[in-house]
């Protein structure tokens, strides 16, 4: 089992960036894909960024290609997501979640481990 602990998140005005961090412990974090979900009031959980055990492969959504860095330091059992050139449409709780694959894939239900989430808050 794997324990996620995101950080980062908060209250930006549109056009605004941040970087997430998901901080990790528990299972050997270079074996497993990574990824981010995110989930905004009264729609269901969305895919956003996923990587795999190496680094080399990431995937996006098509909503954030372009804006969104998804990245992870094996040394520091840590992924990141920066987001850049926020949008309201951007507000969700962020979850980070690890795969039981070492590729990365967009399903959730590839996902076995999640974080608690925090909170992204874009004003217009």
């Known amino acids: 089992q794997v324990h996620l602990v995101e950080s980062g998140g908060g209250l930006v005005q549109a056009g605004d960036s941040l970087r997430l961090s998901c901080s990790a412990s528990g299972r050997t974090f270079s074996g497993y894909a990574m990824g981010w979900f995110r989930q905004a009031p009264g729609r269901e959980r969305e895919f956003v960024a996923a990587?795999?055990?190496?680094?080399?492969?990431?995937y996006y959504a098509e909503s954030v290609k372009g804006r969104f860095t998804i990245s992870r330091d094996n040394a520091k059992n840590t992924v990141y997501l920066q987001m850049n050139s926020l949008k309201p449409e951007d507000t969700a709780v962020y979850y980070c979640?690890?795969?039981?694959?070492?590729?990365?894939?967009?399903?959730?239900?590839?996902?076995?481990?999640w974080g608690q989430g925090t909170q992204v808050t874009v004003s217009s």
């Open positions: 979640a690890a795969s039981s694959l070492s590729m990365a894939t967009m399903n959730a239900a590839d996902f076995r481990s």
């Open positions: 990587i795999n055990w190496s680094g080399r492969g990431t």
